[in-house]
């Protein structure tokens, strides 16, 4: 399974390697690839939506599921 996220409040390259260690700390989680300069995430695997929300806002970010 393949979930898209919107990402909210990056702007540097630390910001997106957060988001990514957050975003693969989640259970489920196989990949996941964050654009700094889309402001998205893609994530694989079978993770819980809420869960890979929670994790990014946990770490000073905004995060919603993409369309």
Known sequence: MTI???ITG???GH???AV???LKSVSGVENAE???SQ???TVEGNADVQALIAAVTEEGYGATVRG
């Open 34 to 36: 964050v654009n700094l």
């Open 39 to 41: 402001g998205t995430a």
């Open 20 to 22: 990514k260690n957050a």
């Open 4 to 6: 898209e996220l919107n």
């Open 10 to 12: 990056m702007s540097c």
């Open 15 to 17: 910001c997106e390697k």
